[in-house]
């Protein structure tokens, strides 16, 4: 149990959890137009909003935006819960202004009230900046219909967030922020070095900030089959993944088997640019080209498969005498 959960229930504990919530410094402007000190939420959306942009949420109707008071207002549990699991205004925006179009700049404190109506409209009732796969969009153009599909589009989003809940924490370490998953499947070695007297028990371990993740040992074989997978977070200033092999020892430090450095930029400009992968049949969207200075051993491609981002990549091992590894890749979105 957290310890939020274990205030339910005492008088005044929502509105506290609240506070404590809006004191984190993310939250300390609005999400809309960045005004500092911001007295007001969004409880279904769940950001903290000043006075001004307030008075445009209410005019969207509650099946949009539900606006309360941070400091008058009584909150339901749900609505507190709702907005502790979303986290505030840095994870609803990573949402909602997913893709706002280049050259495009949000509002300031001091815009004119018809400028703050269109972007608020824009952001939330027209989810023009939504991750395509979140848009919910209405032919029939209704009022009624229209209050249904945004009524579900907040349950989607709130579903999204409650389904991982488990995992948030790695998305909100510190104040590191991160993009999406990276999952490696490290299938097999070829030739690898000889460590011990005739063979070596070799395992490969996976480096990315400060992150680590490893296989299991495969004893006596220079060609092991492995095909596991193993989940990096990818941080918004990310470099490249560094991958290393050693022979496990048991009564001394384990011997290294040779290293190479994954670019996984390609891969991640790509899946970018296509957008939600699952619209898309199967063909190649990129390469990671072999070079004298990385360590591939053909063109690395980029294929979107079954609705999938993934890359096939070849390693020749270095700094080693001997020693190739076959992996694969997939980009995994925030929204899966």
């Keep these: 149990m957290s310890s939020y959960a274990a ?8 509105k506290r959890r609240i506070r404590d919530l ?3 410094p993310d939250n300390r402007v609005c999400a809309d137009c960045g ?28 099946h949009i935006s539900k606006v309360l008071s941070v400091t008058l207002d009584e909150w339901s ?17 990573s949402i909602y202004e997913a893709f706002i179009p280049e050259g495009f700049s949000k509002p300031g404190p001091d815009v004119s009230h018809d400028q703050r109506m269109r972007y608020i409209r824009s952001k939330y009732e027209l989810q023009e900046f939504l991750k395509p796969s979140l848009r919910i969009t209405s032919r029939k153009g209704s009022t009624k219909s229209s209050a249904f599909l945004t009524s579900s589009l907040s349950r989607k989003i709130m579903d999204s967030f409650r389904t991982n809940s488990s995992s ?5 370490e510190g104040m590191v922020e991160f993009i999406g998953l990276l999952k490696v499947t490290i299938k097999k070695g070829t030739n690898l070095a000889i460590r011990d007297m005739m063979s070596s028990d070799p395992y490969v371990v996976l480096n990315l900030g400060k992150q680590k993740q490893q296989t ?11 095909n596991q997978e193993l989940m990096l977070s990818v941080p918004e200033s990310y470099g ?29 400009t790509s899946a970018m640019a296509f957008g939600d992968p ?39 091992l270095q700094n080693v005498e001997s020693g190739e590894l076959e992996l694969e890749m997939e980009w995994l979105p925030l929204d899966q």
């Design 77 to 93: 549990d749900e609505e507190v819960d709702g907005m502790i699991e979303i986290g505030g205004n840095v994870s609803a925006n």
């Design 240 to 268: 490249p993944v560094k991958l290393q092999v050693y022979d496990y020892d048991t009564f001394s430090a384990d011997d290294i088997m040779g290293e190479a450095e994954i670019d996984i930029q390609p891969l991640i």
């Design 7 to 14: 205030g339910l229930g005492k008088p005044g504990s929502g």
């Design 278 to 316: 699952e619209m898309f049949g199967d063909m190649q969207i990129g390469k990671w080209l072999k070079s004298h200075d990385n360590p591939l051993i053909d063109d690395s491609i980029i294929n979107i498969v079954d609705g999938k981002v993934k890359q096939e990549v070849q390693l020749k």
């Design 168 to 172: 948030q924490k790695i998305f909100q």
């Design 35 to 62: 005004a500092s000190d911001p007295k007001w939420a969004s409880a279904n959306i769940g950001v903290f909003i000043c006075l001004k942009c307030c008075g445009v949420h209410r005019s969207l109707g509650t």
């Design 216 to 226: 299991t040992v495969v004893n006596s074989n220079l060609n092991p089959v492995w």
């Design 22 to 24: 809006l004191n984190q």
